[in-house]
C-alpha cells in the first residue's frame, strides 16, 4: 500500500524510512536511522569497545538492543583470543547486556540471533560483521559495519546510512534435486560478479521461493556481500511468518514486529530473472565466490578437506543433506571431513536426529559451533597447496588457512558426495537418490528448545 | 590535509581484507602490531619497504570481504597516507573514513601505473595525477557530509564533537512527517 502522495517504494526504502523518522526515502538520500538491534563478535567487538570507551560515555544507549556473540575464535584458540572473550564478558557485565552467548549456550550470530528470535522483520539491524547482511531473509534491512561504526551506536542508538539502490531478482522455476539457496546465491553472484551489487540492496522475489526454505533463505542473503551489496532481503510471507512466529515462541520472545512489502511500482536499478528450475548444484573455483560454474562441468579434483560448516551453510537442512549422502557411508580415506553445526540449538537438534553419529560413522570429526575453519582461524587451517571444499562463503586467497591453499565453495550435498569420493563431485555421483523436498526443506525449520541465554554471571 | 604526494604501492583487482591483514593476527587490536603483518599474503615486503607519505594505488573493489576494521588501521598503521582505487568495496570505505584515513575514487587511476611511480592526490577536487607517467585522473571526492567525519579526525571525534553540542548526532534528511505505516503489524 502506498499512502498517498508519497513515492511508491521498496521494501528497504519503506524499512529506512521508518527507522528515519521520514515519511519516505530514495536512493542516495542521506538518513540518520534509529537502530533496532546492535550486533558484535569476538573480533570486532573489541575494537568497538575501546573505541567507546574513548568517548568517554558511561553506558550504552539501550543494553536490550545490543547483542554480543563469541564465534570467532571460540572455544579461545590462545591467550590472545582468550583475552578478546574476556573483553566482551566484562562489557556486557558492566553494561547489563542480557543478550551476551556464551560458548555452549549460543554459537554463529547470524543465524542464532534470528533462531533465538532477536532479529525480526522489519528492524534496522546493524552488525559488526560483513555477513550481517543476513537477517535480511527475515524481511529486516540489516548491514555490516566496521567496529567504529558499530561502537558510534552503542553510544546513540543511530547510523547514518545512503538510502541504497535496489536490484531485483525475480526466481522462476521450481529448484531441482540437490539445489538449494546455495546454489542460487553462487549463480547470482557469478552473473553479477563480485562487486556487481556494491552498495545496492538485493531483493529477492519471484515463485520460485515458495520452495525455498529459511534455511536456503538464510543462504541467499549472507552472500549479499560477495556480490559487494550493501544488503540482501526477502519480504516476509507466509514461510518467513511460519518461522518468526515459531522461533519467537519457543525463545519466550513474543513482541510485534513490523512487516513491509515493496510496492508494486517501485524503482529499482535493475532486474535479474534467474531460472532456479535449470540450475544445476554449483561450484565456486578458487579464489573467487564469482567464478561458479555447474558441478557437472567443473574438474574433479582431488581434495584434502572437506567443511561442512559456518553461517552460510551449517543449519538444519543443511546438515540433513549432509547425512543424507553420508548415512551408512564413509568419507574416503584420504579426505579430512569436518562438520560444525551453526548454533548450538542446532547441534542439539542434529543429535537429536541421529546426524551427528552419521557423520562420526562416516568419519567426520564434528565440533562444537563455532567459525573455525571458515576464516581459517583455528579448527582446520589448511597448508601449502591443500585443497578444501566448503559449504562456507569465501575462497579468497589465505582465506582458510595458507596463501596457497585452494577452495571451492558448494552446498552441503556436494561436500557431502566430495568427501565420499575424496574428489570433488556431484551428488549422482554416489548413487544415493535425492531426498523429498519435505525432508530437507520442511518450511520454517523449526526445531527444540531455546538455549539458555542471560548476562554472565557475575565474578566469583 | 588535502593533498598527498608520494610514491605509490601499486596493486590489482579485489584486493580483499582477508590478504591486507589475514585472520591469524586478528587477535591483536594494535595499529603497530597489525601493520607488522600488513598485506603479508598478497605483498610479503610490504611491511618492511613501507616509508610513511606512502600511498596505496590499487584496482577495482578494493577491500573487499571481511568487515574487519583491522584492514584500514594495519594500512594507517604502517604509515600510508592515502588509497585511491578504481572503486571501493562499501563497508571497507566506511571503515578507512571512520578511522581518519582518506581514500578517493578515481576510475582509470591503475592505467599504466607501476609500483614506485609517484603520484599526487587532491582530496577536494578528487583529481589524481600519476607524476612519473605525467597521467591525471579525475576521481570522486568524498561526499560533503563523510568529509567532515575524515576532518574531525573520524567517526569517534565526530560523535564526541555532536554530543558536546548537545546535538546528539544531527538528524540528516528532510521532512519528518508520518513515517509509512507497516503493510501489516502483528501482534
Ligand atoms: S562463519 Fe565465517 S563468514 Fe560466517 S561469521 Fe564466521 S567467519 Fe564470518
Partial sequence: MTAAGVRPMTVTEKILARAAGLSEVAPGDLIMADVDLAMGNDVTAPVAIARFRELGIENVWDPAKVALVPSHFVPAKDIASAKLGMTMREFARQQGIEHYFELGRGGIEHILLPEQALALPGMVIIGAD????????IGAFSTGVGSTDLAAVLATGRIWLRVPESVRFVHEGVP???????DVILSVIALVGDD??????????????????????????????????????????????????????LAGREREFDVFASDPDARYAAEH?????????????????????????????????????????????????????????????RVRLMVIPATQEIWRQANREGLLEVFAQAGATVSTPTCGACLGGHMGVLGPGEVCVSTSNRNYVGRMGHREARVYLVNPAVAAATAVMGRLAHPDETGVEPPEESVI???????GEPVGVGAPGDPP | MTSFEGRAFVYGENVDTDVIIPA??????????LARHCMEDLDPSFASTVRPGDLVVAGRNFGSGSSREHAPIAIKGAGIACIVAESFARIFFRNAVNVGLPIVECPGVTDGAEPGDVFRVDLDSGSVENATRGLTFEGTPLPPFMRDILDAGGLMPWVARSLKAGDAPVRVGVARDEPPQADWRLD
Fill in chain 2, 24 to 33: 591469524r593476527h586478528l587477535t591483536s587490536i594494535e595499529a603497530d602490531e
Fill in chain 1, 196 to 249: 556487481g551489487c556494491s552498495y545496492q540492496a538485493m531483493e529477492h522475489t519471484g515463485p520460485a521461493l515458495a520452495h525455498l526454505s529459511m534455511d536456503s533463505r538464510f543462504t541467499l542473503a549472507n552472500m549479499a556481500i560477495e556480490a559487494g551489496a550493501k544488503s540482501g532481503i526477502v519480504a516476509p510471507d507466509e514461510v518467513t511468518l511460519a518461522y518468526v512466529r515459531e522461533r519467537q515462541r
Fill in chain 1, 176 to 182: 531441482g534435486p540437490w539445489v538449494v539457496g546455495k
Fill in chain 1, 441 to 447: 526443506t520442511g518450511v520454517g525449520a523449526s526445531y
Fill in chain 1, 130 to 137: 560483513s555477513h550481517s547482511c543476513t537477517y535480511g531473509a
Fill in chain 1, 273 to 333: 530473472v534467474v531460472d532456479v528450475g535449470a540450475l544445476e548444484p554449483q561450484v565456486s573455483l578458487p579464489s573467487l565466490p564469482s567464478r561458479a560454474e555447474p558441478v557437472s562441468q567443473a574438474d574433479r579434483v582431488a581434495v584434502d578437506q572437506v567443511f561442512i560448516g559456518s553461517c552460510t551453510n551449517a543449519k538444519l537442512e543443511d546438515l540433513r543433506m549432509a547425512a543424507h549422502i553420508l548415512r551408512g557411508r564413509r568419507a574416503d580415506p
